[in-house]
């Protein structure tokens, strides 16, 4: 059933939401030591390197310098926020090629104490970017390309605001057990339809929460993970996919998940009713019901009905989802969610997560990330791990 061989051996969710006191290249370092004690590793094992575009400065090269790191492999692949999820397979199939032995992936950012939004004004088109031109003068937001989204799947499908509520509701009621999860309080749907309205049909309980910190991922050859008397997950698939305007033939009720889920489950040998908990990308609730739709959880179009009544609740729905409280509640560090997804399914497979919301006998896991903006452009990326037998 296994495609790699190599194993995660090491995960770390920097407990810091709000961290005006240090760099970012501080909370790089905090996380890989975080994670390289979690796995009972030194760093000076680290022969392999992973980031994107949150690493400050010259990206890899000055992240490596500041912790000393020689790698003889390095990759600095940008999805967005989908770029960790991807990390972990790019980093397995590094591993298993033997081009490296141990692979750090790291992520860190301040947009709290910066107070920088993931709307970001503009969808933060600046510079170079090739789309500024034909993009800026009509004044687009994150928020607003997520409610074109919604809006258009509301009107294919009859989806509603109500059923969007329920993926927060779900998220809320799982970070109601999380000590560092920056919204802890449960809502209910009523509480999400009272919310201000940020961009129609989104209100602000629809958007994910904007925090600092960071995190990090560990992977090694299978020889180094028996050595070292922690539980190992193995990575069965993994895929990911691209999504853009299409020069100009654009369908907003799909996202590029249609393309990295089958590849990870084609990888994995495993059918969906065989995941037992999934780790969505949830920037926004809109993002959580597509994805579901085109890893292929439910029909096109059915995602509505899939999540609402609690469906993704650990203990009462059939899939659990997001059980840290997710991007929604939780922790968005530097507003990409990818890392802490596959952090918390980690700790599931493990056997960690909180005792309120462990799966039971969790065997195997989903974890997704959406990278970019849905109504635009973005990539996606799907790793289906297990835990060690």
């Given at each position: 059933m296994a495609r790699y061989d190599a194993r995660i051996i090491g995960a770390f969710e920097h407990p810091t939401r709000f961290a005006p006191d240090k760099s970012i290249v501080q909370l790089h370092a905090e996380c890989a030591?975080?994670?390289?004690?979690?796995?009972?590793?030194?760093?000076?094992?680290?022969?392999?390197?992973?980031?994107?575009?949150?690493?400050p400065g010259l990206g890899a090269l000055s992240v490596m310098d500041y912790l000393n790191l020689t790698p003889r492999y390095a990759d600095a692949t940008e999805l967005g926020g989908a770029s960790y999820v991807a990390h972990v397979g790019r980093a397995a199939r590094a591993i298993d090629a033997g081009l490296c032995n141990v692979a750090l992936i790291t992520l860190a950012g301040k947009p709290r104490s910066a107070n920088r939004s993931s709307s970001a004004a503009a969808l933060a088109i600046t510079g170079d970017r090739p789309e500024r031109d034909f993009e800026v003068p009509f004044g687009p937001t994150t928020p607003a390309s997520y409610a074109l989204c919604a809006a258009r799947h509301m009107h294919e499908y009859g989806t509603t605001s109500e059923q969007l509520a329920w993926i927060k509701v779900a998220a809320s009621r799982h970070a109601a057990h999380n000590p560092n999860a920056w919204l802890k309080d449960a809502v209910t749907v009523d509480d999400v339809m009272a919310s201000p309205m940020?961009?129609?049909p989104l209100h602000?309980?629809?958007?994910?929460?904007?925090?600092?910190?960071?995190?990090?991922?560990?992977?090694?050859?299978?020889?180094?993970?028996?050595?070292?008397?922690?539980?190992?997950?193995?990575v069965l698939g993994c895929g990911e996919g691209i999504k853009h305007q299409g020069a100009g033939e654009l369908d907003l009720t799909y996202t590029a998940a249609v393309h990295s889920g089958p590849v990870a489950f084609a990888e994995s040998g495993l059918e969906h009713r065989q995941i037992q908990y999934a780790s969505i990308y949830d920037s926004f609730t809109i993002t959580?019901?597509?994805?579901?739709?085109?890893?292929?959880?439910?029909?096109?179009?059915?995602?509505?009905?899939?999540?609402?009544?609690?469906?993704?609740i650990s203990g009462i729905g059939m899939l659990p989802f997001n059980t840290d409280g997710g991007g929604l509640c939780n922790n968005h560090p530097a507003n990409r969610g990818g890392m802490t997804k596959v952090v918390e399914a980690v700790r599931q497979l493990r056997g960690e997560a909180h005792p309120a919301l462990q799966v039971p006998?969790?065997?195997f896991a989903l974890c997704h990330g959406t990278g970019g903006a849905l109504g635009t452009r973005h990539g996606c990326a799907t790793l289906i791990l297990s835990r060690e037998d």
């Open positions: 030591i975080g994670a390289a004690t979690d796995a009972g590793i030194d760093l000076s094992e680290v022969d392999g390197y992973f980031c994107a575009a949150d690493a940020i961009a129609s602000r309980l629809d958007c994910c929460v904007v925090t600092d910190g960071g995190g990090a991922l560990i992977l090694a050859r299978p020889e180094v993970a028996r050595t070292l008397g922690r539980p190992s997950i193995r959580v019901l597509l994805a579901l739709e085109d890893l292929g959880f439910c029909k096109k179009g059915q995602g509505g009905s899939f999540v609402e009544g609690g469906n993704l006998d969790c065997r």
